[in-house]
């Protein structure tokens, strides 16, 4: 199969470990690479992470200051020097460059040099609602697991970092997803329409070999810290789920370990070059989005709950943003070579960026969650969508509510099942309901934000720039 050997695993099994130090230069990027595979070899690369240092303290005493990242327990703080040379007491966890200490903390310092430009690499490529230190620290918290996983497995694997943060679509409180992918992989045939057939016969059983392994050799135990029992929690092995996942909490910060799952490192590779290569606005607006949806209360956990995930409501957005040209579909950006003779979609940067040329520009942001709102009022929830393609079905025999396609898998992703015995169909139906009365709130919300701007800007015409989302 060499003619994947172009493909996003196989340009980060080739380049994770090659130093590429001008990446951190005042010349170098000046935004996190869209390319995945460029991503992941930055987080990798020990430049990134040198002398990083991530101080976490349950010590509450002394409140954040307005740019530093704190969960419900914990604060967290930055410095450039040793933690020795700022705190009496410490104590070095088993990840590399992250510390705890009893005490206050101390303020970040002023990044300098190389750790300055690494800072304003992430500021820039950080939704402007979010807090730059958030999105450092979770990125170099996954440098640092990547580091400390290798330790734990005998066989040689790629730790690749998915979900929100892989995409490029972070927003609060984003969980930290990681994949691990065999070194030596090959993608099987038709992962598009039988991925799961063939996680079912082979994918599962050798991930949970794998993740058995990691569980055995110790994750639970080397990261739990005597000083501070809780900065490791809620650790679980969950074998027996769709695709087996090792979950917990450090410093209240949600981790997922997944094995072998390549599909995911597919949709990154694909959703963030799209995206961040057309309207990297569309990151700001989502965290929006999703801030808004969990103040009506219209997120729940998924099936458990019967409602709609966060992540769905990305990718109703994302929808969206293909059927009104803003961005391409992952059709019209994948490779055909590939997906003609093994039926896999993966990104080619080439046909991509001749789609983006004729992606739409977003020029003004509540205008765009406004035309959100509108679609999705018109949208009839019995509908379904394709991510892949970025058509509408109208069949009356969608499986789901709300029913979505996966962007790289012909994998239904919604979790409002029609005929689902353990479900209560009132329930769901009534949170449907919701949802799409929520659309219609949306529209009015944003309606009234555009009238209000609209008349700021007749007050001080020549004054204010209406839209100055840097590029």
Not at 230 to 245: M, R, T, W
Not at 365 to 389: P, S, T
Not at 425 to 453: A, C, F, Y
Request: charged residues 25%.
């Amino acid at each position: 199969m060499l003619k994947l050997c172009k493909s996003t695993l196989a340009r980060v099994k080739q380049k994770s470990d090659t130093p590429k130090t001008e990446y951190f230069s005042q010349r170098g990027l000046k935004r996190l690479p869209p390319r995945y595979s460029k991503f992941i070899e930055l987080l990798q690369n020990q430049t990134f992470s040198k002398k990083m240092n991530v101080v976490i303290s349950s010590n509450k005493e002394n409140p954040p200051g307005p740019d530093q990242f704190s969960t419900k327990n914990y604060n967290f703080s930055l410095h450039e020097q040793h933690p020795k040379s700022i705190y009496k007491e410490f104590k070095q966890t088993a990840l590399s460059n992250f510390f705890i200490t009893p005490e206050p903390l101390k303020p970040a310092c002023n990044f300098t040099g190389t750790h300055q430009n690494i800072y304003k690499l992430v500021e820039k490529s950080t939704p402007k609602t979010v807090k730059c230190q958030e999105h450092l620290i979770k990125l170099l918290l996954y440098s640092s697991l990547n580091e400390f996983l290798k330790g734990l497995t005998k066989k040689q694997s790629l730790c690749l970092l998915a979900g929100s943060l892989g995409k490029g679509l972070m927003k609060h409180d984003s969980d930290l997803d990681l994949v691990m992918i065999p070194g030596d992989f090959t993608r099987p045939k038709n992962a598009y329409t039988h991925f799961f057939h063939w996680w079912k016969a082979i994918g599962k059983e050798d991930s949970l070999e794998h993740l058995v392994e990691i569980d055995k050799n110790g994750l639970q135990e080397n990261l739990y810290v005597e000083a501070e029992p809780l900065l490791l929690n809620d650790y679980q092995f969950i074998g027996e789920a769709k695709v087996p996942i090792i979950t917990f909490t450090y410093a209240d910060i949600p981790i997922d370990i997944q094995f072998g799952n390549f599909t995911s490192i597919d949709e990154c590779s694909i959703i963030r070059y799209i995206v961040h290569r057309s309207n990297p606005v569309i990151a700001d607006i989502n965290v929006d989005l999703i801030k808004w949806v969990k103040s009506k209360n219209l997120v729940g956990t998924g099936g458990l709950e019967q409602n709609l995930k966060p992540f769905h409501y990305t990718s109703l957005f994302l929808f969206f943003c293909m059927q009104k040209g803003y961005i391409p579909t992952p059709k019209a950006a994948m490779c055909h070579e590939i997906w003609n003779d093994l039926n896999n979609v993966c990104l080619d940067s080439h046909r991509a960026d001749l789609a983006l040329q004729k992606c739409i520009p977003v020029k003004n942001y509540d205008q765009l969650l406004n035309e959100f709102a509108a679609f999705m009022v018109e949208y009839d929830f019995h509908w379904g969508m394709n991510l892949f393609d970025g058509k509408i079905d109208k069949a009356s025999n969608n499986p789901c509510l709300y029913s979505m396609k996966g962007v790289v898998s012909d994998t239904e992703m919604s979790t409002l099942w029609r005929k689902n015995t353990t479900q209560s169909p009132t329930t769901m139906l009534r949170n449907v309901h919701q949802i799409n009365q929520g659309w219609q709130i949306l529209w009015d919300e944003t309606s009234k934000s555009i009238e209000n701007n609209e008349s700021k800007k007749d007050s001080t015409r020549g004054k204010v720039d209406d839209f100055d989302y840097e590029f």
